[in-house]
């Protein structure tokens, strides 16, 4: 067979080689038909054994998490386990056999289809590609009725030792947990994008994975040979012996490096000419500060709380109490140990319904959302507020405002602060009176009026992942404009450089919290703007350290300045990959040699 490429989505770092699992979908494979009126109970009780049945499978699994499994997994059995107890998947189905006489597996997909639809209408990105979770928790339902089951290499015997890619339409974070113990290399997917459950899960493992594929998993074959090229989101099908015996080579290295970066964990980020960098984790729930501990991370720069509110029951139709929150903000700032948490209200809205049954705006991204819904809803923030404050008593926490735009945003927001301070007050409770407030810089006209923000806040965090896609008007996980995300475009690097420099003149500390800090080919671009405090997934912490430790500043900042003064795409992108060829390590370690897709894909350029 000839050698081909698939080209999607680089979500995780590495290379993998190894041989092709096909996972197929059980709901390729149901049958449409109607059923007699007397039927109608027995295929409504057939739908609601399988959902018992998927209940105690997803139970079975999360209680088996062993101690060292990544949080994030537990975490999506969690909402998986949420999703399916939701009237919209338990008895919405049921409704349908019954009004409409289809077979329990047809009845099923009707309603996922259903579903899966109002999200594709959702344009938060990371809420969108909840839909997956949807069409996951459905697929398990479907394996129990249809009798079949997702089929795995055997951990035992020859397959355990041999390196396997699994294909498959899409991956369950439930079934990713059989592959920890099996000879399990990377994976590919066809659905998927930087925000889908399968591209988290593989940065907290740090596979390799490649997603957004399309069709891989109708063009790949069982055994077949596959190199995933996960800086690329390259694919390569049976290569050719030339290929494969660079990418080993470049396999090896990679491994070699990644066991020499465990060692700087205790070690300082401060670059060659003594300037120290404030490495920080995001985090989605409590259980995430393990990962940050471990990463050595300096504290959390941000803190998505959202997640709290997330799949109960209604999808996100019930508040947490301030109790429960206050919990969860506790025990945040008590397993940091002392280190500063860094919390963001509520981001959810218009974008992200808080009912199941709420209609969607026309555009919900410049709809009632982020603080806009908050604002709109001051109990509801009043309730997070006051939970964030009492936290706080506990050690330091930083409270971040999303999306705001408008100084009587700020103005009201610091408003309803001290409102939560004085109800505090009235109860007795303690807590930090001069905590520190900060916004997000996540909207074009934030970082154009920065000094309204300068003037009434603490500290500022950049969203460069919302900032780049307001300012190009594009949605990076929509594939027909995906090509379209650039960071590196000169108003991107124009915003974030003016937004630096305008905060460290007014020494209000500035933080980049978004894709970019954690991408190591930005590092040191970043670092030659004057960014000193890099937040991102804990994964990517320490490779992110090695580039600030080979990095010299007073090398670095002028051959910054020069590109930020270059308006043509092809020369910022040369320019910036040129800082990482060692013109800004100061004659330091040279870094990791690129993969070699890598090289041909600059050589084509």
């Known amino acids: 067979m000839a050698s081909f490429t698939l080209h999607g989505i680089s979500v995780s770092q590495g290379i993998a080689i190894g041989r092709a699992h096909l996972l197929k979908p059980a709901a390729l494979d ?9 039927q109608v109970e027995a295929e409504v009780q057939r739908l609601k054994d399988a959902i018992i049945a998927v209940h105690q499978e997803l139970h079975t699994i999360r209680h088996a998490l062993p101690k060292d499994a990544p949080t994030e997994l537990a975490a999506f059995l969690d909402v998986h386990a949420l999703i399916l107890s939701d009237t919209m998947l338990s008895e919405m189905p049921l409704e349908i056999i019954r009004n409409r006489y289809y077979n329990a597996e047809w009845a099923l997909v009707t309603q996922i289809d259903e579903l899966s639809a109002q999200f594709d209408e959702i344009e938060d990105a990371y809420l969108r590609e909840r839909k997956a979770d949807i069409q996951q928790v459905g697929e398990r339902i479907l394996k129990v009725l249809t009798g079949s089951a997702t089929v795995l290499p055997g951990a035992d015997g020859e ?46 493992l740090d596979i390799p994975a490649a997603v957004g594929m399309h069709n ?47 060692r700087l964990k205790k070690t300082p980020a401060v670059t060659q000419d003594g300037v120290p960098i404030d490495l920080l984790a995001n985090i989605e729930l409590p259980d995430d500060c393990r990962a940050a501990m471990d990463a050595g991370a300096n504290g959390v720069g941000l803190f998505r709380s959202e997640f709290l509110f997330m799949g109960r029951g209604g999808f996100l139709e019930k508040f947490p109490s301030e109790d429960e929150q206050f919990e969860a903000y506790r025990s945040t700032v008590m397993a940091m140990k002392g280190r500063p948490v860094t919390i963001r209200t509520l981001d959810v809205g218009a974008d992200k319904p808080l009912d199941a049954d709420e209609q969607t705006a026309l555009n919900p991204a410049l709809g009632l959302r982020a603080i806009r819904y908050c604002l709109a809803e001051p109990q509801i923030f009043l309730t997070q507020l006051r939970a964030i404050l009492r936290a706080s008593a506990y ?72 900032l780049i896609q307001y300012t190009l008007a594009i949605d990076r996980v929509d594939h027909e404009v995906a090509h379209l995300y650039n960071p590196l475009h000169p108003a991107i690097l124009y915003l974030l450089s003016s937004v630096i420099a305008m905060g460290k003149k007014a020494d209000v500390p500035v933080a980049v919290c978004g894709e970019m800090a954690g991408d190591i080919k930005l590092t040191r671009l970043l670092l030659g703007m004057g960014l000193s405090e890099f937040s991102m997934h804990p994964a990517q912490l320490l490779s992110v350290k090695q580039e600030i430790l080979n990095s010299d500043l007073s090398v670095l900042v002028p051959q910054v300045k020069k590109i930020l003064r270059c308006t043509e795409p092809m020369a910022i992108a040369a320019a910036v990959a040129e800082l990482r060829d060692g013109s800004g390590a100061g004659g330091q370690a ?11 894909i600059k050589m084509a350029i």
């Open 216 to 262: 891989a998993s109708g063009l790949v074959k069982q055994d077949d040979l596959l190199i995933i090229d996960g800086d690329a989101g390259v694919v390569i099908v049976d290569p050719a012996p030339l290929v494969l015996m660079q990418y080993r080579e470049s396999q090896a290295r990679l491994l070699r490096d990644r066991k020499k970066l465990g």
């Open 590 to 600: 040279p870094q990791a040699p690129a993969s070699p897709s890598s090289r041909r």
């Open 159 to 204: 397959s355990a030792s041999a390196n396997i890619i699994v294909v498959a339409h899409d991956i369950s974070p439930a079934d990713m947990l059989q592959f920890r113990d099996r000879a399990f290399a990377g994976f590919v997917t066809d659905l998927g994008g930087q925000n889908s459950h399968t591209a988290i899960v593989a940065r907290s």
């Open 30 to 38: 149901v049958e449409h038909y109607l059923i007699a009126q007397e």
């Open 395 to 466: 050690g330091p926490i930083n409270l971040l405002i999303p999306m705001m735009a408008h100084a009587f945003e700020i103005d009201q927001t610091l408003a309803l602060v001290a409102q939560a301070k004085s109800q505090l007050q009235m109860r007795g409770h303690k807590f930090d009176a001069a905590i520190q407030i900060g916004a997000m810089i996540e909207i074009p006209a934030a970082a154009l009026a920065l000094p309204m923000f300068i003037k009434r806040l603490d500290f500022l965090s950049i969203g460069t992942n919302d």
